[in-house]
């Protein structure tokens, strides 16, 4: 009788069933089907692109721990009186003298007062760097993630999504980390040195795939 010989498989090819422990229908010795290398790392590429889509629900207050109280009363201006600029010069020297409670004040009053002026963007990541030093790792998120929402594409978003991914980490959100530092690399291939350095370090840190 006439010999049978198999058809061998395209490189890049695999097969989904029994023998690579795919899902199988009807008769177990059957293939569900084919799958290219290109759509694996296709869906695998989606699938982590969607994880940062999470991390709204991810950052609710009740999983990332006890809420800070609200003021019932407004806070008194720590700014001096000057010009925007001055304002920001004195907020940020606040940060250098390492005076982080004033400085988070002083930051978050210049912050709310001047929310469209070009200092603010600034302002808004070292605030969220204030609250990292001092390990209120909820408020940095918070902060950094908001800072990343308003400017997407401004000139701190590639460091305000590296620091993000930092404070996720820092909570053991290590999921929702690796989604944002995968962001940060997709979204932004030639941010600078520095953050590509440490974007590979805490990545291998995480266990990040």
């Known amino acids: 009788p006439p010999r049978l010989t198999a058809v061998p498989r395209p490189k890049g090819v695999y097969q989904i069933g029994p023998s690579t422990g795919g899902v199988t229908l009807g008769n177990p010795a059957g293939t569900l089907g084919t799958i290219t290398q290109r759509e694996l790392n296709t869906a695998r ?8 889509g999470n991390i709204n629900q991810v950052l609710r ?25 001055e304002q ?16 988070v004040k002083a930051l978050e009053e210049f912050i709310k007062t001047y929310p469209t002026e070009p200092l603010t963007t600034n302002a808004r990541n070292w605030l ?3 609250h990292y030093v001092t390990k209120d790792y909820r408020s940095a998120i918070e902060v950094f993630l908001a800072a990343y929402k308003v400017q997407p594409k401004g000139k701190k978003a590639a460091d305000n999504l590296f620091r993000l991914g930092l404070s996720l980490a820092a909570l053991k ?13 997709q979204d932004f291939p030639d941010s600078n040195s520095i953050i590509k350095k440490q974007l590979v370090l805490q990545r291998k840190k995480i266990g990040c795939g």
Not at 88 to 103: H, I, M, S, T
Not at 173 to 185: G, M, Q, R, S, V
């Open 173 to 185: 959100k290590n999921k929702e980390a690796c989604a944002t530092f995968y962001k940060l690399d």
């Open 45 to 52: 590429r989606q699938n982590r692109a969607n994880e940062i």
């Open 61 to 85: 207050p009740t999983n990332l721990g006890t809420p800070v109280p609200q003021q019932s009363e407004a806070p008194k201006s720590i700014l001096p009186t000057g010009t925007p600029k």
């Open 128 to 130: 969220g760097r204030t």
């Open 88 to 103: 920001y010069k004195f907020a940020f020297g606040l940060v250098r003298k390492q005076e982080f409670g004033d400085a």
